[in-house]
């Protein structure tokens, strides 16, 4: 796909640490509206791709570009969020002395929120979308309940709704399904086919049950380039894949 038709788009990104090539010539694009996995073993350089995407790391060489016109590269973190790229990172960070519905009422304000949340000075078209987060997160039924009473995965979802409360146009989501239950792994893999109804979605994920049940399209990172892409049958029945993962 060209560059000005995709959404996200690294084209031969290196990035090295100490002499260490963590990112070795990546070159990844993504859709409009695509969700996409992105797996590779330990060390294969996928919190790094991350890192770049979002600013926090600075490739050595290579393209970046979001929305086929705008040079990540040239931007940094508060930039890069400013432009509608959402990071959903592996813990969950959520206010836990806060209720649910509170939560996502301070999210949803951004960061002119805290006084008139402190008000609870919401509009109908406020809370109708906080009801819709709600709903999609799956916790209508824990709006009032703190958040510190929540279980790991449904701390998740809050977080994943805060995010969407800001509306952003790339959700990056790092291993969601960690630490979850089976029923959890299953509903989160359900959440994000919601989601990517209405959003663009990358998701790094180890758990292939929860790859298989997204049942989009996969990269598979290796020594910080590309080893393999295509649907997880694809990918798993390539020799090279199935040598890294089970280091034959
Ligand atoms: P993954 O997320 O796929 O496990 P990472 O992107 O975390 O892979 O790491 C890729 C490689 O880069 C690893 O070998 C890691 O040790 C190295 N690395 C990552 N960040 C740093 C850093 N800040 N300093 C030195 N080496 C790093």
Same mark, same amino acid.
């Given at each position: 796909?060209?560059?000005?038709?995709?959404?996200?788009?690294?084209?031969?990104?290196?990035?090295?640490?100490?002499?260490?090539?963590?990112?070795?010539?990546? $070159?990844?694009?993504?859709?409009?509206?695509?969700?996409? =996995?992105?797996? !590779? /073993?330990? &060390?294969?350089?996928? @919190?790094?791709?991350?890192?770049?995407?979002?600013?926090?790391?600075?490739?050595?060489?290579?393209?970046?570009?979001?929305?086929?016109?705008?040079?990540?590269?040239?931007?940094?973190?508060?930039?890069?969020?400013?432009?509608?790229?959402?990071?959903?990172?592996?813990?969950?960070?959520?206010?836990? $002395?806060h209720t649910?519905w509170d939560n996502?009422e301070? =999210?949803?304000? !951004? /960061?002119? &929120?805290?006084?008139? @949340?402190?008000?609870?000075?919401?509009?109908?078209?406020?809370?109708?979308?906080?009801?819709?987060?709600?709903?999609?997160?799956?916790?209508?039924?824990?709006?009032?309940?703190?958040?510190?009473?929540?279980?790991?995965?449904?701390?998740?979802?809050?977080?994943?709704?805060?995010?969407?409360?800001?509306?952003?146009?790339?959700?990056?989501?790092?291993?969601? =399904?960690?630490?979850?239950?089976?029923?959890?792994?299953?509903?989160?893999?359900?959440?994000?086919?919601?989601?990517?109804?209405?959003?663009?979605?990358?998701?790094?994920?180890?758990?292939?049950?929860?790859?298989?049940?997204?049942?989009?399209?996969?990269?598979?990172?290796?020594?910080?380039?590309?080893?393999?892409?295509?649907?997880?049958?694809?990918?798993?029945?390539?020799?090279?894949?199935?040598?890294?993962?089970?280091?034959?």
């Open positions: 796909m060209a560059r000005q038709s995709s959404l996200l788009y690294l084209d031969g990104v290196s990035v090295s640490f100490d002499g260490f090539r963590a990112l070795n010539g990546l $070159s990844l694009v993504i859709a409009p509206g695509e969700m996409r =996995a992105i797996i !590779g /073993p330990n &060390g294969a350089g996928k @919190t790094t791709m991350m890192d770049v995407i979002t600013g926090k790391t600075r490739p050595d060489a290579g393209e970046v570009y979001f929305g086929g016109e705008i040079d990540l590269t040239a931007r940094d973190e508060a930039d890069i969020a400013e432009l509608g790229i959402g990071r959903k990172f592996q813990k969950p960070t959520v206010f836990e $002395s649910v996502l301070l =999210a949803l304000k !951004g /960061p002119r &929120g805290p006084f008139s @949340t402190l008000f609870h000075v919401v509009s109908r078209a406020e809370r109708a979308r906080i009801e819709d987060l709600l709903a999609l997160i799956r916790l209508s039924a824990r709006r009032d309940d703190l958040a510190a009473n929540l279980s790991h995965g449904q701390k998740q979802w809050l977080e994943i709704g805060m995010l969407l409360a800001q509306d952003p146009k790339l959700l990056l989501v790092d291993e969601p =399904a960690a630490g979850m239950t089976d029923a959890e792994t299953a509903e989160t893999a359900d959440l994000l086919k919601d989601i990517n109804r209405t959003h663009s979605v990358v998701v790094v994920e180890h758990d292939m049950t929860f790859v298989r049940a997204l049942g989009v399209k996969v990269t598979v990172l290796h020594e910080g380039a590309v080893l393999a892409e295509g649907s997880l049958d694809h990918v798993s029945a390539d020799e090279r894949v199935v040598e890294v993962y089970l280091g034959r």
